[in-house]
């Protein structure tokens, strides 16, 4: 029976097109929509050129598309388990989603952190994807700091850094995301 299917085996994997991840003319890219709101974040300001009295001599500015082109393949899953509180953390495939697992297995919650945040603009990237996870401890000083912006500081926090080089914290309890800045 197997004979009987080699034949159409055979045509199908001589069909498959070779990709080569080197060559950038064959990597698909999907278009990011750039909203208003974040098009001076993205693309910079406009630059004006003064004189000595202040007085505006030139202005250049630079078109800024709507749509921007983004590799999907700088989203990669990823996995990390806090030595502290044994949670696992997994950051699914799109490189968004962060999903917290206790160590029984039980689903503590899923977000996504770029989204969650109201008023979010991309950096340096249309798409920013989470590239790194790692402990971070809480100083009596940053204790207060979060507590000024709403979170509990006696919970645990894991630090996320985006691909784009934002960056911030995560409550491992509930997921808040508590953004600290960008380079």
């Not at 070779?18 to 300001?45: H, L, R, W």
């Not at 004006?48 to 630079?62: H, L, Q, R, Y």
């Not at 798409?127 to 996870?133: E, Q």
């Not at 971070?136 to 996320?160: C, K, M």
């Amino acid at each position: 029976m197997l004979a009987k299917f080699r034949p159409i085996l055979i045509s199908s994997i001589c069909l498959m097109q070779q990709v080569n991840a080197a060559d950038p003319a064959k990597q698909q890219t999907v278009q990011v929509f750039i909203s208003p709101e974040c098009k001076a974040m993205f693309y910079g300001p406009d630059f004006v050129d003064v004189d000595a009295t202040g007085k505006v001599i030139k202005t250049e500015t630079k078109p800024k598309p709507d749509y921007v082109p983004w590799d999907p393949t700088r989203a990669k899953p990823l996995a990390f388990k806090d030595p502290r509180t044994l949670i696992s953390f997994y950051v699914e495939s799109d490189g968004r989603h962060l999903a917290a697992i206790d160590p029984n297995g039980t689903l503590l919650w899923v977000r996504n952190p770029y989204e969650d945040l109201p008023g979010a603009c991309p950096y340096r990237t249309p798409r920013p994807v989470i590239g790194r996870i790692e402990v971070v401890e809480i100083t009596p000083i940053y204790a207060s700091e979060l507590q000024r912006r709403g979170a509990n500081p006696s919970h645990q926090f894991i630090a996320i850094t985006f691909d784009s080089s934002q960056f911030g914290v995560v409550d491992e309890t509930n997921g808040d995301y508590l953004p600290e800045g960008q380079n």
